[in-house]
């Protein structure tokens, strides 16, 4: 009879069990759909803004040497971005010595003042959806603090971005993957 008992109460524990997983499956897939009833997925590389993340899909390059500098303009960009880019991402100058040519690995921090310095930041904004990307100055939110790390494994690139706007506000983002280089 103590076996029965054993045998019994074993079942009952698994049949507990299992409807647990089920429930947590069932639990799991209820919040990862939105209100239309299709997935919702987390971006692996993204701008992070005010608490919203944008999917970026390209990190373009964009190097000037002038005025004794070597100027690196990175932009974590949505697919869109091109002669009429439309989308949100973020937007970075690297300021390197004239003889860098390459783009650097390294942690890079904004300036210290409105002079270049090597090695810095400057220029750092969010570009929101219907801001103009060709634009020098885009009507995009500024990023007072920043700090930009650059890995590179081959010709794989990891970009991991974290600064504060002039309302306190965090921005983040990250990007692993190829780059495209425009001169």
Known sequence: MKKVLLVICMFVVVALITSCEKENDEINQQENVNNNNSPVTTPSC????????????????????????????????????????????LTVQLV?????????????????????????????????????????????????TSSLKIEQVGSTYTFTFNGTDETGKTIKAYYTGAIEVHE
């Open 46 to 89: 993204y701008v992070e803004y005010n608490g919203k993340k944008h999917e970026v899909k390209k990190m373009i390059i964009l190097p000037n040497n002038a005025a004794n500098f070597m100027f690196f303009r990175i932009y974590f960009a949505p697919s869109t971005v091109s002669c009429d880019p439309k989308g949100y991402g």
């Open 96 to 144: 390197q010595p004239e003889n860098v040519t390459s783009l650097p690995v390294g942690v890079f921090t904004n300036a210290t003042s409105f002079q270049y310095e090597n090695n810095a930041l400057y220029n750092a904004m969010f570009i929101e959806n219907n801001a103009n990307w060709n634009s020098p100055y885009p009507d995009a939110c500024n990023i007072l």
